[in-house]
Each structure stands twice: as structure tokens, then as C-alpha cells.
């Protein structure tokens, strides 16, 4: 007799090779358009399936962990972080939790990288002023961003992002510092050139640009709070790649209005849309849709990870981006 398969239910569209190997593997249900799951519609979902493929836009507190039926062993979420997730609360009821880690490096790395370059060289202001026909010819005073080279760049969580951040970094000549809650080896350090701050009060003070590349959790939420705003330069540039939360977005969004620091490029957010409407009017704040990882090659990597670990589970294993609730 034939195993039954897994009934494995999506709550997002994938990209198209992803959803054609989890129809040959299991039993799907796939997303027919690009809407996110709604809140009953994942409450019903989490009493069927065996397996819910989650994704960043999922909250999967106590009421719908509470709500699983019993068949509900995995979910397998599509993307690293999982504070969207009560990873403790899954544990308890039995329900294995994993990610996809490792694998938007790169992609992320690069926007960070991207956003540096278009606050610091006003790239987004020349864009409009072309799209609209403003531009009026070359003049020696006109659309004077600042020079990368040679500024500092202060790196808050040096993961395996922050560090390829960092390579970028000093590709184009800035100085690299960093804080972590671990100092790196040193020979770490020494291949990126990096300098180590124990306070991120007194870093903050001395970088030109700060790119936030540490998790959510709740000892980094509101990490960068009005306080540490003020202590950093007028002209500093903060670039946030990692999770909205950790910044305190009221309190850049007044930053940003006098001029108490220089610019922003944001790929994620805390607040809602009344907040990024106020952000999209200032001209100094370059908003990105959250596209750090965003490539088809990225994708569909996570894609691999998120079948690599449920057929592992499937056959009894340890998968191997198995999530502990001390990591969450």
C-alpha cells in the first residue's frame, strides 16, 4: 500500500519551481493568487494540515498554536526570522518549528549596499529629477551627494550579513567597525579590517553610516531609540536591512524632520502604512518594498530549504534548520 502523503497547506504563493516540486512531494494546497492567507483562513488551515508553510506576514501567536488540531506536526517557515512565530508555545503542543537560514546572505548584503550608495549619492532625488524632465544639464552645484570612501561604517550585528556587508564595505573603501554581543576572533576582524566597540552608545557617535543587520528579539527591540539618535553625527546615514522593529520609527521619523541625522534607507518597517506615508514625504529617507531578498535565485534556495527540511521531518530525522525557542 502506498504511504499517504503529507498534507502540507501554503499560506503565500511561492515562486513556480518551488510550488511544482511540493505538488510531486506532497499533498499542496497552494495560494491561487498573490494574497496573504487571512486570519480564519489560517485558524481553519492549522486544525487540517500536517504542515503549514508560513511566511513573515503570519502571526502565529497562542491562539492559533491553541487552535492545531493534533495532525499539525511542522511548520516550516519560508524565510529566517520567526518572531512571528511563539516558537515555545508551538514546542509544547508538539509542533516542530523551522527556517531558512543562510541563504538571503548575499541578496541582503547587497541592498544594504544599494541603499548606502543611494542616500549618501541622492540617486533616487536624480531618478525623479529625469523621470519628471527637470533635468536641466550638468552644473558643477547641482545633485551634490557625499564621497563612500574613507567614511566610517558602523555594523550593528556582524552575523554572517553584517559580515558580508562588511566585505562590501571596505571594497569601497570605508572603515569598518561594528558592535555584537560577541566580539568576533580576531582574525575575523583582521580580514575585514574591523574594529570592535563593547558600547554601541560610543560607536553610534563616531559612524557616518550605521547599517543594522541584527535580529528581532526582544533584547534588540528599539535597540536604536530617540536616546542613541541624538548621540549620532548630523549627517549620518542608517540604513535597516534586518527587522523595522529594532529602530523605534517615530523616533527617526522626528530625527529625519530636524535634521539630527542626515538620511535613511529602510527596507523594513515597524509601524503601518500612516508611518510610511509620513516617512515616503521626506526627501532624505530612501523606502524599499522589503526586498533584501528578493532575487528568484534567493527564493527559490529558501524554497529548497523549506522542502529539504519537511521531507527530513517526513522521514523521521532531525531537520536541519530546526528552530529552539531560545533562538526565536
Wanted: charged letters at 25%; proline letters at 4%; one cysteine or more.
Amino acid at each position: 500500500m502506498a504511504k499517504q502523503r503529507l498534507s502540507v497547506v501554503v499560506t503565500r504563493r511561492l515562486p513556480a519551481p518551488v510550488e511544482a516540486r511540493l505538488a510531486e512531494l506532497f499533498d499542496v494546497t497552494l495560494r491561487e493568487d498573490e494574497t496573504q492567507m487571512s486570519r480564519e483562513e489560517l485558524l481553519d488551515t492549522v486544525g487540517k494540515a500536517n504542515v503549514l508553510i508560513s511566511n513573515l506576514n503570519d502571526r502565529i501567536d497562542q491562539e492559533v498554536i491553541a487552535r492545531a488540531g493534533p495532525q499539525l506536526k511542522l511548520i516550516a517557515n519560508y524565510g529566517a526570522g520567526v518572531d512571528h512565530i511563539e516558537v515555545e508555545e508551538a514546542r509544547a503542543k508538539g509542533i516542530t518549528v523551522t527556517n531558512t537560514p543562510g541563504v538571503m546572505t548575499e541578496d541582503t548584503a547587497d541592498m544594504a549596499m544599494a541603499l548606502i550608495l543611494a542616500v549618501t549619492r541622492r540617486i533616487p532625488e536624480g531618478l525623479a529629477q529625469m523621470e519628471r524632465g527637470k533635468w536641466a544639464g550638468w552644473s558643477p552645484s547641482a545633485m551634490l551627494g557625499g564621497r563612500v570612501g574613507g567614511r566610517k561604517l558602523g555594523i550593528l550585528g556582524m552575523g554572517r550579513i553584517g559580515r558580508a556587508v562588511a566585505q562590501r564595505a571596505r571594497a569601497f573603501g570605508m572603515e569598518v567597525h561594528y558592535h555584537n554581543r560577541r566580539r568576533l576572533h580576531p582574525g575575523i576582524e583582521e580580514q575585514f579590517e574591523a574594529t570592535y566597540w563593547e558600547s554601541l552608545d560610543q560607536m553610534l557617535a563616531r559612524m557616518d553610516v550605521l547599517s543594522i543587520n541584527c535580529p528581532h528579539t526582544p533584547a534588540t527591540y528599539h535597540l536604536v531609540n530617540a536616546r542613541r539618535l541624538k548621540l549620532m553625527k548630523p549627517g549620518a546615514v542608517i540604513v535597516n536591512t534586518s527587522r523595522g522593529e529594532v529602530v523605534d520609527e517615530v523616533a527617526l521619523t522626528r530625527a529625519l524632520k530636524s535634521g539630527d541625522i542626515g538620511g535613511a534607507g529602510l527596507d523594513v518597517y515597524e509601524g503601518g502604512e500612516e508611518m510610511a506615508a509620513e516617512l515616503r514625504s521626506l526627501g532624505n529617507v530612501v523606502m524599499l518594498p522589503h526586498m533584501g531578498s528578493a532575487t528568484l535565485e534567493c527564493r527559490i534556495e529558501m524554497g529548497e530549504k523549506v522542502i529539504l527540511n519537511i521531507k527530513t521531518f517526513e522521514d523521521g530525522h532531525r531537520p536541519p534548520d530546526l528552530v529552539l525557542p531560545e533562538m526565536a
